[in-house]
Every structure is written in C-alpha cells, then in structure tokens.
C-alpha cells in the first residue's frame, strides 16, 4: 500500500489537523472527529449536523460553512462516530433552533445518530433526521437495511443548508431535506477498489480489462461485473439505472452531479459529463444544473457515480443559494 | 490500461464538451480545443491566455473566468498546441489592450507560443510573454531548456489575472506575473507513474515501496527515487527542497499549495497540507494563504507537488481579490 499518511492510526487526525490549517473559518477537533463553523449559524436558524465514517472527502467535513452544514463529525476509515460524539457535535451546533441529523442509511450510522439524538434531546435540543438512501444498487424492496446514502447526501446538504439559512424552522428544513431524498437516486461504476488504510490491500480485485457496477462506497462488492466498456456506454449504463428508478419522472429539469471516487482525475470526469449529457439530451431530459468532481469518494477508488434530483423551482432556488465551505462555494 | 473515455485519440476533446456542458458561461470549440469566456474581459482590459498540452486539467481551462484566464488552448495529451490555433485563440480574446501569454516553460510550448505571438502581433494584437519555470527538481544552472513550469503556473494565472481585471497596462500586469515567477519554487513526489490514454501503460515503474522525488508533471523520471517514506518525512523533504531554493527568504508571509496529481485522494492531500503545516512552522515561515486539492495534475499519476510564493502586500491583495471560474471561485 502506497499512501500519503503517517499511519493507519493517525489518518483521520491528521488531514483534521489540515483542514484546521487549511481553513482557518473552520474550529476543528481532530481528536474527537468534530469539525464546526468557527462562527456558527445565525442565533434562532436551525443547525445542520452530518457525519459518518471517514474516506468520503470532502464529504462531509467539506461542506461545513455558510448556506451548508454547521458541523460535521468524522468516525474513523469507513466506521461511524460514536453516538457520544454526535450528541456533542449537536449540542454544540444547535443554536437555540434544533438541529437538523443528515444521516446515510447504513445501519451503523442509523444506529448511532439514533443514540446520539435521544442524548442531545435529553439535553434540550430538538432534533429532526433525514436518512439519505439513494443508491439504486440496492433494489428498493430488497430484505436488510435498504439502501445505501451516496451522491445525494451532498444535494440533501446544499439544499436543506439553503433553508436553514433562510430561516426555515425544523420541521420545513427536514422537509425539504425528505423531498431531495425522495427524488434523488445515484448509480455508480468502480475501475479498481479501494485500499483502505488498515488493511492494506484492495478490498475487491478487478482483472485488467473488468470494472465493477454498482459498487457502494465502502469497498462493497457491487451488483454486476462487466467487461471496460467506453465511457459512452459506461454513462447509458448508469443513467438508464438512474432514470428507470426516478420517480414520477415527467421532464423535470434535473440536477446532476458527475462524481470522482478519489482516484480518477478531472478530465475523465469531464469525459463523463459530456457522455450523461449526450444520454440525458436523448432522453429529453433538461440538465438544469450539475457539478462534476471529487465530492463523495471512497479513499482512492478509481471511478464514478451519477446521481440526477429531480427538481423542481423551490429546489433549484435553494441549490443556487449562495454557499462558503472548502468544497463547495459560488453566488456569495 | 482502464479510463473512463471513448479512445485516446478523442480524450481531449470529449473531455472539452464535459466543460462546455458543465459551464455554460464557457465559450468552447471542443475540436481546436480553445476554451474563452462567454463574455469577455471588459473593452480596453488586457487579456490573459495559458494553455499547453493536456493532461493537467483543471490548469488551463478550468481557470477560465472573471478575475483570472481570458482564454486558454488545450493540445492533445503532453503535446503544445500548434501555434495557429493560439494565435487564434490570442486574437480572439485580445479587448484592444493586449494579451499576456503564459507559458510553462516546455520547448515544444515555448516555440509554439512565439510563433503564435509573432502572427498575432502581424494582426495587430500587442503580446507580452511570462515564463514559468519553478520546479526545483531541475538545477538552476542545468544545461539545457531550464526549469520547468508546474505548480506556480496557477499562482501566475491567479495574481495576474486579478491585475488585468483591475484595468492595468499590459506591462504592468506582465511586470506582476514574472514577479511572481522568480518569488515562486516548487517540488513534486510520485507514488506512481500516470498512464497516457495513446501509450496505455505506465510510463515509469515503480516498486511496492519505491516513490520518485522531483518527478515532472509529464511523466518524466523525477531526481531521485526514495523508499516510501511517512507524509512528515515527505513533507520535509518536498519543502527543504523548496525552501533552500526560495530566493532571499526573509521572513515573509508565503501562499502554499498543495496540489494533487490526478490519483490521489482528498483526505491523503490533507494529510500532507497538516504536514506542510508542521514543518513550516519549525522553520518560522508564516502561511498567509494556502489551496489544497487537484489543480496542476498529470493524468492519473498518485503523488502531490508543493509550490511555495514568497508573498508581499500587493501579491496577497491580488490573490483574495474576487475569481470566478471552474475550478478556482471566492470572494464574489
């Protein structure tokens, strides 16, 4: 294993402590995994409070910051924070509005959040939660724990941000928070595994000349092994796993996120872009926004994911407001 | 060899209808593989145009926006755009003020560039020129076509481009880029070769634990080959090298990049910026400003550069001023 690190041990602390460098509008915990906005939320506006295991950078500490979230916890590689830890991070970030839990439906994380909440409420502060649960690897009726929160956790996070900021109360934040989820779904295509740091080795082993569909962003296995195909037929692929599950779809304009998955570079991301556009142009369906780069990643996996919301004006409104965080920033 | 493309030989330009797709205040010809913006710099401002080859993205054309790149030319994968297409380009973004190439310091790029800027000035575009050699892989007093351009180009394109947009001359805006050229130093470490889409296979080897030190962002061999070393190990030997190069550091504020190469993830990046950090501060030099992520990349290559700007007032006021563009954005 060939990585930038210190350690397996240290991984996580360690690029905390250059966050904290790196963005000096951010009060950082690398100890603890807790990373808030040195200057929180408006006095009265609901707080925004995400995490999950680490590997996923930026996401979510990233996106800590104006018109986002207030806070982030980061557990170590690929396992949730403790519930001990979230229920400070709540505390910490509610500001007298509640706070509002964005939580990615593994079952460790829904495990956690869910203890964390009960704590923080036991303290006073009210708080709603999102379970995000897009990825349309999973079958929507499969036993066990449903699906799996990739791509559209950064959607649920810039729009439901939006809201906050706007000075929405819990209940509407979380609302339009579940209408994201609702019609967000995410599909993705893996060139090689993922290493994790304590391992050391590649969690799967693709040949040559194969990639992997439907891949998770844990080193899960995925749903269908397949010969490299280009990357027009790879993006067909993945839209029409996307569109077949979107609900409802009527020729909404969509908003579309072309996401790295840490170790393919900007330019064959950009080759994706291009391909989801011939598709979705085919299709009829209108891109009315859309981001293309690293933002969801699982550590230094070569590939992508598409994930399309469908949206609607109250959507694209809070998407085009402005927002300040290291990852994700325009309109100020 | 596994890339998301179509085939090498239409990778630069699907990768040039990604941006036109994903940024519609781009104007671009994915086929000359000029990219400029919609709307121009403003009537009687000069005009900046970067490119060279491709592989590097987002440098040139995801810093094409307000406050930075007027226009960039994007050649195929490693190789200098001919000089008809940047003379081109150059008369297509001139506002009656006159363009300022910046060139990384290539011999394929450097010829191409003065071909270019002679039949631009024969169709009456007044055209100044900035080298950028920063690398310290490569000794001062080497023989043969210098140092090479990597890191500080985006420096030069930033603080250059803030100059032009506040209306000053062509000289002027010249004079700030080259000062920013001779106060800038850089140092790159791979942790594997990048693959070209026309080749398909790494165009170096390296062992399990063998990183290459002083590597170019061409797939060049680099200065030294090292066993894998821990990110403080790394950290210091990218930022001795650096430092003891910088010319008449004294004290002043400096604005850190750390850049990834394409194949290295974000929490790893971060990482390296926490050690930069820590060894910076041992040597008293203080950061005023810093960037971390993908900017300067060499395909897939797994790796970081480091690039050091011996800032002052004026340097730090032209790089917070307000940017626009693709991949570089604050301060609107």
């Not at 200057?39 to 910051?65: K, M, R």
């Not at 790879?234 to 996401?259: K, M, Q």
Request: net charge negative; charged share 25%; glycine share 12%.
């Amino acid at each position: 294993m060939k990585k930038l690190i210190n350690s397996p041990e240290s991984v996580v602390a360690d690029a905390l402590r250059g966050m904290a460098a790196a963005h000096p509008e951010l009060a950082v915990l690398p100890e603890d995994g807790i990373v808030t906005r040195a200057e929180g939320p408006a006095a009265g506006t609901v707080a925004l409070l995400s995490g999950g295991g680490s590997g996923h950078e930026p996401l979510h500490a990233g996106f800590v910051g104006r018109g986002m979230l207030a806070g982030a916890v980061a557990g170590p590689v690929f396992t949730s924070p403790v519930p001990d830890v979230i229920a400070r991070a709540t505390v910490a970030v509610d500001r007298g509005a509640g706070v509002l839990h964005i939580v990615k439906n593994y079952t460790g994380d829904v495990l956690n959040f869910t203890m964390a909440a009960e704590d923080a409420e036991d303290e006073g502060v009210a708080v709603a939660r999102v379970l995000v649960d897009d990825d349309v690897a999973v079958a929507a009726d499969a036993p066990g724990p449903g699906r799996r929160g990739t791509g559209a956790t950064l959607f649920v996070e810039k729009i439901a941000g939006a809201r906050a900021e706007e000075g929405a109360p819990l209940a509407e934040v979380a609302a339009v928070a579940r209408k994201v989820v609702e019609r967000s779904r995410s599909y993705g295509v893996a060139l090689s595994s993922c290493t994790t740091p304590a391992k050391g080795s590649p969690n799967f082993e693709l040949g040559e000349d194969e990639i992997e569909l439907g891949i998770g962003i844990h080193g899960e296995p995925g749903r269908e092994r397949r010969t490299l195909m280009t990357a027009a037929d790879t993006a067909r692929t993945l839209l029409d796993a996307v569109l077949d599950d979107l609900p409802e779809y009527a020729g909404d304009p969509v908003i579309l996120l072309v996401n790295g998955l840490g170790g393919t570079p900007p330019a064959e991301l950009y080759v994706m872009r291009a391909e989801a556009q011939r598709v979705l142009d085919e299709r009829g369906v209108r891109v009315a926004r859309s981001l293309v780069g690293n933002y969801v990643t699982s550590l230094d996996m070569a590939g992508c994911t598409f994930t399309l919301c469908r949206a609607d004006e109250e959507l694209l409104r809070l998407w085009d407001a402005p927002v300040d965080t290291p990852a994700l920033r325009w309109g100020l």
